[in-house]
């Protein structure tokens, strides 16, 4: 019976379109009816490599890049080939901007244990992370944006914008206290027009001054984001009458190309 059957010829057979299969799947029919060789399928295909995955995901990246404007492509490029952005996500900070503050803290000697730290502006959370890791079990860290900023251990968030009304009452009595230091690296959504965010980014600067004027406690440090622009002096005449030391800083994590700077205040001495 066996030899009957594997002697029989089949239609393909007689057709000479070659040996025919022994038994085709389902999925090669569509292949058979045109007369076609039915595909070899000796084994299941393996699972792609790592590096073969890898290079898939690459490709879609780069496909879907494609769709971005050009300031969206910049910035990407830009944060893939930045060392302190990879530094941060070797070392578990939530954004480069760790750096900028542990450089002025290692420098002025901001952050002591026990202090009570309040972060305006903190999103995403890596200055609160610093100052947490600083201050201890002891000290207090409460920050405040309106953005949402994942819990960060050790600090308290009031998720509101700081130019709410009543939202610098309310992160002082989340503080719970006169604060030591007082942080800001709030920055204003940008318009495109130079003068305007420049403008905006001192006002900004303005309002965390007059927080921190309200709160600090003697011998205070206030640290601040402004911008190159020259709209300045007045919180800089502010900042000399009330605090006995006040320098411009520009990290080396700060980017070459941005006119960002921070004013280093120190040695509150009381609102003039």
């Known amino acids: 019976m066996e030899r009957r059957n594997s002697s029989a010829k089949s239609p393909a057979k007689r057709r000479g379109a070659g040996k025919a299969p022994k038994r085709a799947k389902k999925t090669d029919i569509a292949t058979t009816a045109l007369g076609a060789e039915p595909e070899k399928r000796s084994r299941k295909k393996d699972a792609p490599s790592r590096g073969e995955a890898a290079q898939r995901d690459l490709n879609v990246h780069v496909k879907t890049a494609k769709k971005r404007d050009y300031a969206s492509t910049i910035w990407l490029k830009r944060q893939l080939n930045d060392p302190y952005v990879r530094k941060a996500k070797a070392e578990g900070w939530r954004s480069r901007a760790a750096f900028k503050l542990l450089e002025m803290d290692e420098k002025h000697r901001l952050l002591k244990p026990g202090a009570k730290i309040a972060d305006l502006g903190c999103a995403p959370g890596g200055w609160l ?7 201890g079990k002891t000290g207090k860290v409460a920050g405040i944006d309106y953005l949402h ?25 989340l503080l719970g206290g006169p604060a030591d230091v007082v942080l800001s690296d709030m920055a204003a959504p940008t318009t ?42 007045d919180i800089l005449t502010r900042l000399k009458q009330n605090f006995e030391s006040v320098k411009h800083v520009k990290p080396k994590a700060s980017r070459s190309g941005s006119a960002e700077k921070y004013v280093v205040a120190t040695g509150f001495r009381g609102r003039a």
């Open 129 to 135: 992370q610093v100052a947490v890791k600083a201050v």
């Open 192 to 233: 495109g027009h130079r003068s305007t965010d420049h403008l905006r980014i001192v006002a900004l600067a303005e309002a965390a001054l007059d927080y921190a004027e309200d709160v600090l406690a003697p011998g205070g440090a206030f640290v601040c984001k402004v911008f190159a622009g020259g709209a300045e002096g």
């Open 149 to 173: 900023v994942p819990p960060v251990p050790g600090a308290d968030i009031l998720e509101m914008d700081f130019l709410d009304e009543g939202a610098p009452e309310k992160l002082k009595e």
